[in-house]
């Protein structure tokens, strides 16, 4: 099965950041920040949209933003067009 987001919005699957050192402190993965950082999966089918994002490009998105979703053991992210702040170059 094929996730094919709908309209202004964009399927995300987060970047994952390496493990974080504070002094010789390890912070354990539950005390971490999810990433706002991902990689678009697919783009939905508003033609700017498809304009704009392209799938491979790197997005910087807000922090609360979006609806999770689990599939093949991977963890996405569906956001709209108004949660993406940035796209990295």
Known sequence: MNIQPIDDRLLIERVEQGEEKVGSIIIPDTAKE???MGVVSAVGTDETMQETFK???TVLFAKF???ELKHDGREYLI???SD???ILR
């Open 84 to 86: 993406v702040l940035a």
């Open 55 to 57: 799938v491979g490009d």
């Open 34 to 36: 999810k990433p706002q």
């Open 79 to 81: 956001l709209s067009r």
């Open 65 to 67: 933003a979006g609806d």
